[in-house]
């Protein structure tokens, strides 16, 4: 760690409930700054110092305000997005005054269709870095301090996409909604949160099934079937079958690995046959999965 190098004093805790910083040399503490940073910093600790605290988020606040900026900019397909320096909140996460900002819209995200949550973790992390040095050197942190947001704009707050949240992401956000994700959703999903997951129906009993998929290239002839529901379909009558299935919008993507509950990961056709979860001539004499996903 960068601070164990400098010889800094560092702390680990997991809640700050009965915990005061020690001071060095009984000198009091003059401003804290937190950079995903986890935990709420109780209004003790900033009465305590000197010039409260500061905060970098990831975003143009109060744009994707909230724990997850960087997944949730990537899941709404933004085109770009900014740094935010703030004053740490007494009551609230990422509601303090904003003292310096990127400028609206922002900046480009490189390769927006193809990006990961690290590479632009990589890119705001030394864009926030570079604000908060600057921020520093301004002083923006001396009283009184300045509001210095887009959103106090009328004209910016006119043109710009409807405000969005970035809470915690959990399990269900890796769930699949096929009746409402479209392909393009699906794999954006897949490429920001990992692999997907669904219930599936077995012969026996209801399994979860991991999923990672794909685009199914060449699928112009393939029967297209209900969306969510897998089903088997080979180029030629001599081909390797694969696992297809249909989204919202008619498009077809291919599960190329299959985790089922209580099995290790497998090719998704042989993971599929080993859990028993395909019947045959269920519709038009193609085998399927005995329901949708879900």
């Given at each position: 760690m960068?601070?164990?190098?400098?010889?800094?004093?560092?702390?680990?805790?997991?809640?700050?409930?009965r915990?005061?910083?020690?001071?060095?040399?009984?000198?009091?503490?003059?401003?804290?700054?937190?950079?995903?940073?986890?935990?709420?910093?109780?209004?003790?600790?900033?009465n305590?110092?000197?010039?409260?605290?500061?905060?970098?988020?990831?975003?143009?606040?109060?744009?994707?305000?909230?724990?997850?900026?960087?997944?949730?900019?990537?899941?709404?397909?933004?085109?770009?997005t900014?740094?935010?320096?703030?004053?740490?909140?007494h009551t609230?996460?990422?509601?303090?005054?904003?003292?310096?900002?990127?400028?609206?819209?922002g900046?480009?995200?490189?390769?927006?269709?193809?990006?990961?949550?690290?590479?632009?973790?990589?890119?705001?992390?030394?864009?926030?870095?570079?604000?908060?040095?600057?921020?520093?050197?301004?002083?923006?942190?001396?009283?009184?301090?300045?509001?210095?947001?887009w959103?106090?704009?009328?004209?910016?707050?006119?043109?710009?996409?409807?405000?969005?949240?970035?809470?915690?992401i959990?399990?269900?956000?890796?769930?699949?909604?096929?009746?409402?994700?479209?392909?393009?959703?699906?794999?954006?999903?897949q490429?920001?949160?990992?692999?997907?997951?669904?219930?599936?129906?077995?012969?026996?009993?209801?399994?979860?099934?991991?999923m990672?998929?794909s685009?199914?290239?060449?699928?112009?002839?393939?029967?297209?079937e209900?969306?969510?529901?897998?089903?088997?379909?080979?180029?030629?009558?001599?081909?390797?079958?694969?696992?297809?299935?249909?989204?919202?919008?008619?498009?077809?993507?291919?599960?190329?690995?299959?985790?089922v509950?209580?099995?290790?990961?497998?090719?998704?056709?042989?993971?599929?046959?080993?859990?028993?979860?395909?019947?045959?001539?269920?519709?038009?004499?193609?085998?399927?999965?005995?329901?949708?996903?879900?």
């Amino acid at each position: 760690m960068v601070a164990r190098d400098l010889m800094l004093p560092v702390h680990e805790i997991d809640t700050f409930t009965r915990w005061t910083p020690p001071l060095r040399d009984n000198e009091a503490i003059n401003l804290i700054i937190a950079v995903s940073f986890g935990l709420f910093v109780p209004p003790r600790l900033l009465n305590a110092a000197k010039y409260g605290g500061l905060n970098v988020h990831p975003s143009l606040l109060p744009d994707f305000r909230g724990p997850a900026p960087l997944h949730h900019t990537l899941l709404a397909n933004r085109r770009s997005t900014g740094i935010t320096l703030q004053s740490l909140h007494h009551t609230s996460f990422d509601r303090g005054l904003v003292l310096a900002q990127t400028p609206y819209p922002g900046f480009g995200i490189p390769s927006p269709e193809t990006v990961t949550v690290q590479e632009l973790e990589s890119l705001t992390a030394l864009k926030g870095a570079e604000m908060l040095v600057q921020g520093l050197r301004d002083r923006v942190f001396v009283p009184p301090l300045t509001e210095v947001g887009w959103w106090f704009n009328s004209q910016l707050r006119s043109q710009a996409p409807e405000i969005q949240h970035a809470p915690k992401i959990t399990p269900k956000d890796r769930c699949i909604d096929w009746s409402s994700f479209s392909a393009g959703e699906i794999l954006r999903r897949q490429r920001v949160l990992g692999s997907l997951w669904n219930m599936a129906t077995a012969l026996d009993k209801r399994k979860r099934v991991i999923m990672t998929l794909s685009y199914l290239s060449g699928s112009e002839n393939v029967p297209i079937e209900e969306p969510g529901l897998p089903f088997l379909w080979s180029p030629s009558d001599l081909g390797t079958p694969y696992l297809v299935v249909g989204t919202k919008d008619r498009q077809l993507l291919q599960i190329v690995e299959m985790t089922v509950e209580g099995e290790r990961n497998a090719d998704a056709v042989r993971a599929a046959t080993r859990a028993r979860l395909l019947r045959g001539g269920a519709s038009r004499g193609l085998v399927t999965f005995y329901t949708r996903l879900d």
